[in-house]
């Protein structure tokens, strides 16, 4: 009787192992931006009406990532893309003038527009529109491996003694043999049955 349970004992702790090693994790791994860097929030000059385009198009954002508008005299105003369009704050989602400097957590995904809650200075281009993504799943790069010796004509390298030529299953943490899973419930199976 003592092998089975310390095969029960042994099942216990590596099945979950298995199991978890193949579940994806989700991290949440916040960032801010200070809008438009060094320049803050601010009216563009004649040369710079893209600005805020142009510093959006560098970054990626993601929910719970935040805004961090700095500005002197002007405020930050999220509207719908017809307000942005338009420069129109008559129907804001949210307006922010306190003062000189607004943090916005971005809360849900898709399409967000902010403009200067000054008129003249959103049709000049003090207008941001960014594209928020959802929260994705912690990706882990490959290990680093050396370059492969050049092949020489006629010669074939050999197969890995380590290749499994089984199915896998694949997650963002790991990668799980379906015959190991097999064989190891087959063992449980055999060893609680005897």
């Known amino acids: 009787m003592a092998p089975r349970s310390v095969l029960c ?3 216990a702790l590596v099945i979950p192992v298995i199991f978890f090693s193949a579940t ?23 040369n710079e009406t893209d600005m805020y385009n142009l510093w959006a198009s560098r970054r990626r ?3 719970g990532d935040s805004l961090r508008f700095e500005y002197t005299n002007d405020s930050v ?16 989602i949210t307006a922010y003038t306190d003062g000189n400097n607004t943090l916005v957590t971005l809360d849900q995904p898709g399409p967000m527009y902010f403009i200067s809650g000054d008129h003249h200075h959103c ?19 490959p290990p680093a491996i050396a370059r492969p010796p050049q092949s020489f004509p006629g010669i074939s390298p050999a197969p890995s003694p380590l290749s499994n030529s089984g199915p896998t299953i694949s997650s963002a943490d ?12 087959a063992f449980v199976a055999t060893v609680l049955m005897a």
């Open 123 to 141: 049709k000049e281009g003090q207008r941001l529109l960014i594209d928020v993504f959802p929260l994705h799943p912690r990706s882990h790069s």
């Open 9 to 11: 004992c042994v099942c």
């Open 24 to 46: 994806p994790t989700m991290v949440v791994a916040a960032e801010e931006f200070k809008v438009g860097d060094a320049l803050g929030w601010r009216q563009p000059t004649l």
């Open 61 to 63: 954002f993601h929910v």
């Open 77 to 92: 105003v999220v509207v719908d893309k017809w307000g942005f369009y338009h420069c129109n704050t008559s129907s804001p």
């Open 174 to 185: 790991g990668v799980v043999s379906i015959s190991v899973v097999s064989v190891l419930v």
